[in-house]
């Protein structure tokens, strides 16, 4: 009977929600909608690579004008590629407004991050997250707190620290709640090509991942609260 009790009081600590979302929560940022802009541009390099087998060294308005129209997604359906290319040379005009930061003459920012997030989806590639873990050593619980390393850092989180630092991970909420429990944990990009991600965690060093590196790290920490509680 109390092992029945305890394992109850164990899983409500960790379904018990410790946020809440800020105003404009689900909306994209400045932030976010220069992200998808920088990656437009190399979404067509990586697709024509893909195609042709060969790296694109001209700018992106020659790519879209004289190079992409070579190679159609889907050749079986011909009414499809002209309407992404005319969209492409859309989204190149904007992507300048954007990485120059001038807002003023374009459609509502929602909007264009929506626009330029559909045409990345449509280039990339279906793939499985392929990071590995081998940055993620010495782990092992002590009672309710994770001992963790990551490179040559080592951290010490308990429940609600790890669940807010799934928050951060996850890229639906990264930066988009207000955590009411736990320590404070607070994500930025700060590299020049918008590829890696900055974690701080309150009074521990910083960490940098990748987008794969991210969902690899979120991935495993739901699985390690998962079979440390159920398991009691």
Same mark, same amino acid.
């Given at each position: 009977?109390?092992?029945?009790l305890r394992?109850?009081? +164990? ?8 946020? =809440? ?36 060294r ?7 004008? =004289?190079?992409?129209? +070579?190679?159609? %997604?889907?050749?079986? %359906?011909?009414e499809?590629w002209?309407n ?7 989204? =190149? %005009?904007?992507?300048?407004?954007? @990485? ?29 997250? &392929?990071?590995? $873990?081998?940055?993620?050593?010495y ?16 951290y ?8 807010? $630092? %799934? ?6 909420s ?11 944990i ?6 020049y090509?918008?590829?890696? @991600?900055?974690?701080f965690?309150? +009074? ?9 590196? &991210?969902m690899?790290?979120e991935?495993?920490?739901? &699985?390690?609260?998962g ?5 009691q």
């Amino acid at each position: 009977m109390f092992d029945r009790l305890r394992r109850k009081k +164990n899983v409500n600590t960790l379904s018990g929600i410790n946020y =809440k979302e800020l105003p404009g929560y689900g909306v994209a940022s400045v932030d976010d909608l220069r992200f998808e802009a920088i990656e437009f541009e190399k979404s067509i390099a990586r697709y024509i690579h893909r195609k042709s087998g060969v790296v694109p060294r001209e700018s992106l308005g020659h790519i879209i004008q =004289k190079i992409l129209p +070579n190679y159609p %997604m889907f050749p079986e %359906m011909p009414e499809h590629w002209p309407n992404f290319l005319d969209e492409a040379k859309k989204l =190149k %005009m904007l992507r300048n407004n954007v @990485i120059h930061s001038d807002f003023v003459d374009i459609p509502p920012l929602a909007e264009v991050y929506k626009r330029f997030k559909k045409a990345n989806e449509t280039l990339r590639p279906f793939r499985v997250c &392929s990071a590995g $873990l081998s940055r993620f050593t010495y782990i092992q619980w002590r009672d309710d707190t994770l001992l963790l390393k990551i490179d040559e850092s080592r951290y010490e989180l308990k429940v609600d620290d790890i669940k807010n $630092l %799934m928050m951060e991970l996850h890229p639906a909420s990264r930066g988009d709640v207000y955590f009411l429990r736990g320590k404070l944990i607070v994500s930025k990009v700060l590299d020049y090509h918008y590829e890696k @991600i900055t974690y701080f965690i309150e +009074n521990h060093d910083p960490f940098e991942l990748d987008i794969e590196e &991210s969902m690899a790290l979120e991935g495993m920490l739901g &699985s390690l609260l998962g079979r440390h509680f159920y398991s009691q």
